[in-house]
């Protein structure tokens, strides 16, 4: 994004720069050399500074702040690092250790922890990234930043120095490992990094309440860790811009603290939600003689996005338990009732549906969302699901012609006037419509062989173009248009589509918090990897995860091995650690106080439900404020389907937590699959009864190609092994000794 000319002003604290930033200027304390790039650490009495640059091309500077006066640097023994060094000073004192990536890459972590003397409260400070050009002046007039921190999601900046020739950097606060500072100070880091030009990085968050920060005497605490990427050569098309920035993210990913993800019995939770579908009379209302599940725990008017979205998870949980369903029958029989034969679409709302609602404003997603998992249902055989999707997809097209692929937020069913048009936060409309859009069009394509929808997908992927990291308003939406793209590279093969695929994906991990929260309650949640559902929402979704999910996939099945490896990393942890996080939208999995108890927004919570909280928060917050998702009820469905394999006559659940492909029974007691991860990582592999009882009458043998033998241990009833997560495997096993 262009710059305004606030950055051409000299500031107080750039100014105070120019006397360190010049070579030769300074108390040297260290100096190397990594790749490309001349490094070096200098120390004024208030200030410890990092300084990287490329010959003839300039730099950037860290800045870490030295507290109090007459401080007295010195280095210490590196033990590994390219630099170590302290300070020690009346105020307490400070350490600065900067590692470097082994391989060679240009890729460089700086933690700094200060220990106060005294109890010590810090102020506003100045952010801490200064540009500099070849001859050592501060110069941030031609910074290009094209990603910046959102709220509470990774701490991040994606930028270009105005000499292109140092490269584009990638620069990120570990907030993973500032959870000490944020409970010590009453802070959050909500937008603590921001490109607020002349000044740009990360500025110590405050207390909100007193306006600054107060830290304890004689207790270690981290002020930063920061960790940079950078790479000689730019890319500057949107597409290449894109896959630069996820080649980036997944090249510090292992720096970033992930934790491991837990094992989370999801059949149970599935076989729970069904019975609380089938029995509780919150989930359900009736109308017109037919059952219809609420969108919330007896709240809201029904709407055909959730009966379609229960019905097709609904069919995916059958076809796993080898069954077909009533509920899925019982919902289609009143899905009628959404049809409107004269516009020859599906309304949001019944007929009945009550004033306080306008039965006619449709949500540009809302339209799509439903005809995707009706295609789902038609694809997987139903014939009032076919004859219904393709009676409505004319309607979906000619929406999508009239609005020229770039849908407003709100509008009328019965003529397309528009009602609202931009979001308040960004000023754009839903802007990744386009991708869902493609993604049921390339449905229809698949139910009919019809060209004209495969070219309704390439039109709206094509449309999208342009708008880089501005991509994303709803997190599943733009994960359907990674997957829609991917698809479209293979039916095509043009792989411009693969490249739009990365402008995608890049868009949704600018919105993830790759960080792992203690800050009050939510230490009793995951929140790693997680997705705020909208460009500007303070929260994490229920629906949207599992949705995202479900899209990446198929994005994993239609990339297959050619997708550049960073990718496959990131989509790869991310549904790893969907499987742990989305365990805590579960009311009964949280402490009562980190649940939202009043001002819930749409109906109650019931803790004995098995249907998912809408919202969690990385802050903190108690979970549930939006309501309790009968909507989302699916999510328990599709990560059980998804994860764990059921085969017939296997007297026990095969889950891994990366998807395992090409799964075959050899005999009656021996399988061979292939683990789909990424190489050069570890994958879990567990055998699990699906009644949650002990498994303790199996004898298992694992066995890669390679012919080495994988142990597994036992772990609360299950039988787990560590292996490479790119495996092809042999699973043998004994009964009863047998």
Same mark, same amino acid.
């Given at each position: 994004?262009?710059?305004?000319?606030?950055?051409?002003?000299?500031?107080?604290?750039?100014?105070?720069?120019?006397?360190?930033?010049?070579? *030769? @200027?300074?108390?040297?304390?260290?100096?190397?050399?990594?790749?490309?790039?001349?490094?070096?650490?200098?120390?004024?009495?208030?200030?410890?500074?990092?300084?990287?640059?490329?010959?003839?091309?300039?730099?950037?500077?860290? !800045?870490?702040?030295?507290?109090?006066?007459?401080?007295?640097? !010195?280095?210490?023994?590196?033990?590994?690092?390219?630099?170590?060094?302290?300070?020690?000073?009346?105020?307490?004192?400070?350490?600065?250790?900067?590692?470097?990536?082994?391989?060679?890459?240009?890729?460089? !972590?700086?933690?700094?922890?200060?220990?106060?003397?005294?109890?010590?409260?810090?102020?506003?400070?100045?952010?801490?990234?200064?540009?500099?050009?070849?001859?050592?002046?501060?110069?941030?007039?031609?910074?290009?930043?094209?990603?910046?921190?959102?709220?509470?999601?990774?701490?991040?900046?994606?930028?270009?120095?105005?000499?292109?020739?140092? *490269?584009?950097?990638?620069?990120?606060?570990?907030?993973?490992?500032?959870?000490?500072?944020?409970?010590?100070?009453?802070?959050?880091?909500?937008?603590?990094?921001?490109?607020?030009?002349?000044?740009?990085?990360?500025?110590?968050?405050?207390?909100?309440?007193?306006?600054?920060?107060?830290?304890?005497? *004689?207790?270690?605490?981290?002020?930063y860790d920061t960790i940079l990427a950078v790479r000689a050569y730019p890319q500057?098309?949107?597409?290449?811009?894109?896959?630069?920035?996820?080649?980036?993210?997944?090249?510090?990913?292992?720096?970033?603290?992930?934790? @491991?993800?837990?094992f989370r019995h999801w059949p149970l939770r599935a076989e729970a939600t069904v019975q609380d579908l089938i029995h509780a009379p919150e989930a359900r209302i009736e109308h017109f003689g037919h059952v219809y599940f609420h969108p919330y725990t007896a709240s809201e008017y029904p709407d055909v996005m959730v009966?379609?979205?229960?019905?097709?998870?609904?069919?995916?949980?059958?076809?796993?338990?080898?069954?077909?369903?009533?509920?899925?029958?019982?919902?289609?029989?009143?899905?009628?009732?959404?049809?409107?034969?004269?516009?020859?679409?599906?309304?949001?709302?019944?007929?009945?549906?009550?004033?306080?609602?306008?039965?006619?404003?449709?949500?540009?997603?809302?339209?799509?969302?439903?005809?995707?998992?009706?295609?789902?249902?038609?694809?997987?055989?139903?014939?009032?699901?076919?004859?219904?999707?393709?009676?409505?997809?004319?309607?979906?097209?000619?929406?999508?012609?009239?609005?020229?692929?770039k849908w407003p937020i709100l509008y009328d069913v019965r003529d397309f006037s528009v009602i609202q048009d931009v979001a308040p936060a960004d000023q754009r409309g839903q802007t990744d419509v386009g991708g869902i859009y493609a993604w049921v069009m390339l449905q229809a394509f698949e139910l009919t062989l019809e060209r004209r929808f495969l070219d309704e997908a390439i039109a709206a992927i094509e449309a999208a173009k342009g708008m880089r990291f501005d991509l994303n308003y709803q997190a599943n939406l733009t994960a359907w248009g990674a997957a829609a793209c991917v698809r479209l590279w293979r039916s095509t093969d043009r792989k411009d589509f693969l490249k739009q695929s990365y402008v995608y994906l890049a868009s949704f991990f600018h919105n993830a918090q790759i960080w792992n929260s203690d800050i009050g309650m939510a230490r009793h949640w995951r929140n790693f990897l997680g997705v705020t559902c909208l460009q500007d929402a303070p929260y994490m979704a229920a629906y949207e995860c599992f949705d995202s999910y479900s899209a990446f996939e198929r994005y994993l099945d239609y990339g297959g091995p050619d997708l550049i490896p960073s990718v496959r990393l990131l989509l790869s942890e991310y549904c790893r650690h969907a499987l742990d996080r989305a365990w805590f939208y579960y009311p009964d999995a949280l402490p009562e106080q980190g649940v939202a108890k009043e001002d819930i927004r749409n109906g109650y919570i019931l803790c004995r439900l098995n249907f998912p909280l809408e919202d969690l928060y990385p802050d903190g917050q108690p979970a549930g404020q939006v309501g309790q998702e009968i909507y989302g009820s699916g999510a328990a469905l599709i990560y059980t389907t998804r994860s764990f394999r059921r085969i017939d006559g296997v007297p026990f659940l095969i889950w891994c937590d990366v998807f395992v492909r090409a799964v075959h029974k050899i005999d009656a007691t021996t399988i061979s699959m292939r683990i789909d991860g990424p190489a050069g990582t570890e994958a879990r592999l567990a055998l699990v009864m699906e009644d949650g009882r002990p498994l303790n009458s199996i004898e298992p043998r694992l066995t890669t190609s390679d012919c080495q033998t994988l142990p597994f241990e036992l772990q609360d009833g299950r039988l787990e092994a560590r292996l490479p997560a790119d495996a092809s495997l042999l699973l043998a096993w004994n009964e009863n000794g047998r």
């Open positions: 994004m262009a710059q305004d000319d606030g950055a051409s002003l000299l500031t107080t604290e750039l100014a105070a720069a120019q006397s360190v930033l010049a070579p *030769g @200027e300074g108390r040297l304390l260290a100096h190397a050399e990594h790749g490309g790039l001349s490094f070096e650490v200098k120390f004024t009495p208030q200030a410890l500074w990092v300084m990287l640059r490329r010959e003839g091309s300039g730099g950037l500077a860290l !800045r870490f702040p030295v507290f109090g006066s007459d401080a007295v640097a !010195r280095v210490l023994p590196a033990d590994g690092a390219i630099a170590s060094v302290e300070w020690r000073g009346p105020a307490g004192h400070a350490t600065l250790r900067v590692t470097a990536n082994s391989f060679g890459l240009e890729q460089f !972590r700086a933690q700094y922890c200060y220990t106060p003397a005294v109890p010590f409260r810090i102020g506003k400070l100045p952010r801490d990234i200064v540009p500099f050009d070849a001859a050592g002046l501060p110069d941030p007039s031609g910074v290009t930043v094209e990603a910046q921190q959102r709220k509470l999601n990774t701490a991040l900046l994606y930028f270009t120095l105005g000499n292109a020739g140092f *490269g584009k950097v990638l620069y990120v606060q570990n907030l993973t490992a500032l959870n000490p500072y944020f409970n010590a100070t009453g802070s959050k880091p909500e937008n603590a990094v921001q490109a607020d030009l002349p000044e740009l990085g990360y500025s110590l968050p405050l207390n909100p309440e007193t306006g600054h920060a107060d830290l304890p005497a *004689g207790k270690p605490i981290m002020l500057a098309e949107e597409g290449d811009s894109a896959w630069q920035f996820l080649d980036m993210i997944g090249g510090i990913y292992p720096l970033l603290s992930p934790p @491991e993800a837990d009966q379609l979205a229960i019905a097709s998870a609904l069919e995916n949980w059958g076809r796993w338990k080898g069954v077909k369903h009533p509920l899925v029958r019982e919902i289609m029989a009143g899905i009628e009732g959404f049809h409107d034969k004269d516009l020859k679409t599906l309304r949001r709302y019944l007929p009945n549906v009550g004033k306080d609602k306008d039965a006619n404003a449709v949500d540009s997603w809302y339209l799509y969302h439903p005809m995707l998992n009706l295609a789902n249902l038609a694809i997987a055989g139903n014939e009032q699901a076919r004859e219904l999707f393709l009676a409505t997809i004319d309607y979906g097209i000619k929406a999508a012609h009239h609005f020229q692929y």
